[in-house]
Nanobody, 122 residues
Framework: QVQLVESGGGLVQAGGSLRLSCAAS????????MGWFRQAPGKERKFVGV????????LYADDVKGRFTITRDNAKNTIDLQMNSLKPEDTAVYYC???????????????WGQGTQVTVSS
């Protein structure tokens, strides 16, 4: 069974940093691009970034570009989301997800984690 498990969420002050991790089963990790999405209360789920499985090519949403970085460790089957210069508007539940292609469309992601809460205080 394919599983994605996020960890690392929490409360941080504006301007601070937080690192999220997503552990994936071997099957998922070796064949899929891995993305991060977030959903704030009362709002739609939004694309944050994605990294491909082979070349490490990453893409980001404009509102996080330059502040967030996705890395992957193929040996450990994990991906991390390093978030710097956090803002209150970054507050959301963050999800990792797996897709057979590099895409920002959530409908093209086949597997999802349970999410982890990130709260940024002002």
């Amino acid at each position: 069974q394919v599983q994605l498990v996020e960890s690392g969420g929490g409360l941080v002050q504006a301007g601070g940093s937080l690192r999220l991790s997503c552990a994936a089963s071997r099957h998922t990790f070796s064949n899929y691009a891995m993305g991060w999405f977030r959903q704030a209360p009362g709002k739609e789920r939004k694309f944050v970034g994605v990294i491909d499985w082979k070349f490490g090519i990453d893409l980001y949403a404009d509102d996080v570009k330059g502040r967030f970085t996705i890395t992957r460790d193929n040996a450990k089957n994990t991906i991390d989301l390093q978030m710097n210069s956090l803002k209150p508007e970054d507050t959301a539940v963050y999800y990792c997800a797996a897709s057979p292609k590099v895409t920002a469309l959530d409908t093209e992601y086949e597997y999802w984690g349970q999410g982890t809460q990130v709260t940024v205080s002002s």
